[in-house]
Antibody
Framework: EVQLVESGGGLVQPGASLKLSCVAS????????MSWVRQTPGKTMEWIGD????????NYAPSLKNRFTISRDNAKSTLFLQMSNVRSEDTATYHC?????????????WGQGVMVTVSS | DIVLTQSPATLSVTPGESVSLSCRAS??????IHWYQQKSNESPRLLIK???QSISGIPSRFSGSGSGTDFTLSINRVESEDFSVYYC?????????FGGGTKLELK
């Protein structure tokens, strides 16, 4: 059974940094592209970015690429999202997803999500 | 960016009714649209890929159709467990974008 378990969220002050983690199990992590998607309190879904199975390539939403970095540790089956200079609009639930990368990709599994609240 | 507009925002139905949910793209995206279901306090689940392709484990009452800019998710005879929010997502081009969702609620 595919499982994606996020951690690292919480309350953070504006301008601070935060690193989220996602531990994957139930599949060969190093064979799959992975992605982060966030959901705002108003339930709007926003794609953050993807990372290739070997970590050699990333895609990002243009509005976030200067502040967010996606990385992975295949030895530990773990995906990361480094968030810097966070803003109130980054308040959301952050989902780790597995990306079916077949040219035109979709998210075939989602984690439960971890909540990040940006507030002073 | 490709904008996806879902309608209606909310659909109130009684169990046993059949429904259609709409997703319209701001430009043509062939069949590169996918549908997700999100139940309250749960993570989204993939329902349909590439506009009309079924997903293993998803009940057959869910089906999708469309091509180009207009897409439909149909639920044949809604069951109580189907009351959720439904999102469409396009993979035709980056950035990957989602529709605003349609909430299917009990009338």
């Amino acid at each position: 059974e595919v499982q994606l378990v996020e951690s690292g969220g919480g309350l953070v002050q504006p301008g601070a940094s935060l690193k989220l983690s996602c531990v994957a199990s139930g599949f060969t992590f190093s064979d799959y592209w992975m992605s982060w998607v966030r959901q705002t309190p108003g339930k709007t879904m926003e794609w953050i970015g993807d990372i290739k199975y070997d970590g050699s390539y990333t895609n990002y939403a243009p509005s976030l690429k200067n502040r967010f970095t996606i990385s992975r540790d295949n030895a530990k089956s773990t995906l990361f999202l480094q968030m810097s200079n966070v803003r109130s609009e980054d308040t959301a639930t952050y989902h780790c997803t597995r990306l079916y990368y077949g040219g035109y990709s979709y998210f075939d599994y989602w984690g439960q999500g971890v909540m990040v609240t940006v507030s002073s | 960016d490709i904008v996806l507009t879902q309608s209606p925002a909310t659909l109130s139905v009684t169990p046993g009714e059949s429904v259609s949910l709409s997703c319209r793209a701001s430009q043509g995206i062939n069949t590169n649209i996918h549908w997700y279901q999100q139940k309250s306090n749960e993570s989204p689940r993939l329902l349909i890929k590439y506009a009309s392709q079924s997903i293993s484990g998803i009940p057959s009452r869910f089906s999708g159709s469309g091509s180009g800019t207009d897409f439909t998710l149909s639920i044949n005879r809604v069951e109580s467990e189907d009351f959720s929010v439904y999102y469409c997502q396009q993979s035709n081009s980056l950035p990957r974008t989602f529709g605003g969702g349609t909430k299917l609620e009990l009338k």
